[in-house]
């Protein structure tokens, strides 16, 4: 009896072990069917994200070919309240022209012919001497009799994009009123009590800063943060 007990004890545990062996065996082959699994979808998204990226420097280059044969050598963005634009300007034979596409508004393109003086580009017909200068980084930056009205930021396909400045509120005083909006500030300037025939005290929303600005010179006498009246 003991040595019958015995005998099926024995044959439990070895299919007991069997079983074990074979979800074990079950496990480690779900395991790299994953692992197999894993690797060919991390290389298919892979090709696909190199494919897109190889799309993207193609069409970046048709583009800029394309414009190139047209004559255009600059294409900018503007991001400025009211005058969110894209800007294009081309060279015709020995004649400029600047080409304004309204980003947010059914107003057509305009067109306006330029003279070009040293690294000015002139608006033809401006009564506010209205100009562009592509500066050092090959932004555009847009001015008029007040100065610096707003920077467009180069956009061309295949350049290298700069990004906007930071603006610092400890570094502006002695700069340009004009400038610094021009440069950082998307909003229309508000003025505020105080102002006079000598001191503009202006405050500029996005930035939260008023200005104490001279007149004359344009220069920034002092700023701080918030809506401050009388700034002295």
Not at 85 to 113: C, G, L, M
Not at 151 to 156: C, M
Request: charged fraction near 25%; include cysteine; charge should be positive.
């Amino acid at each position: 009896m003991n040595k019958l007990i015995f005998t099926i004890l024995t044959v439990v545990i070895v299919l007991i072990s069997c079983k074990e062996q074979n979800q074990s065996v079950q496990k480690d082959k779900i395991s790299y069917e994953q692992i197999v699994a894993n690797e060919i979808s991390s290389f298919e998204n892979s090709r696909i994200k190199d494919s897109l990226r190889i799309d993207k420097i193609e069409r970046l280059q048709h583009e800029a070919e394309m414009l190139r044969r047209n004559g255009v050598f600059g294409k900018w963005k503007t991001s400025h309240q009211g005058f969110e634009t894209t800007i294009f300007i081309k060279k015709i034979e020995s004649q400029y022209q600047a080409i304004t596409h309204f980003d947010n508004s059914k107003q057509k393109p305009t067109k306006q012919w330029l003279r070009k003086v040293n690294n000015k580009y002139y608006i033809i017909g401006t009564k506010v001497n209205e100009h562009y200068i592509i500066n050092s980084k090959r932004n555009l930056e847009i001015h008029d009799n007040q100065g610096l009205f707003t920077t467009g930021y180069n956009i061309f396909p295949g350049e290298k994009v700069t990004e906007k400045p930071k603006f610092n509120l400890n570094d502006v005083v002695g700069k340009d009123i004009f400038y610094i909006a021009g440069n950082y500030s998307q909003s229309s300037p508000v003025t505020l009590e105080g102002t006079d025939s000598a001191i503009w005290i202006v405050y500029y929303s996005d930035l939260d800063v008023t200005f104490r600005v001279n007149k004359k010179t344009q220069e920034i006498v002092k700023a701080g943060s918030g809506s401050i009246r009388n700034l002295k």
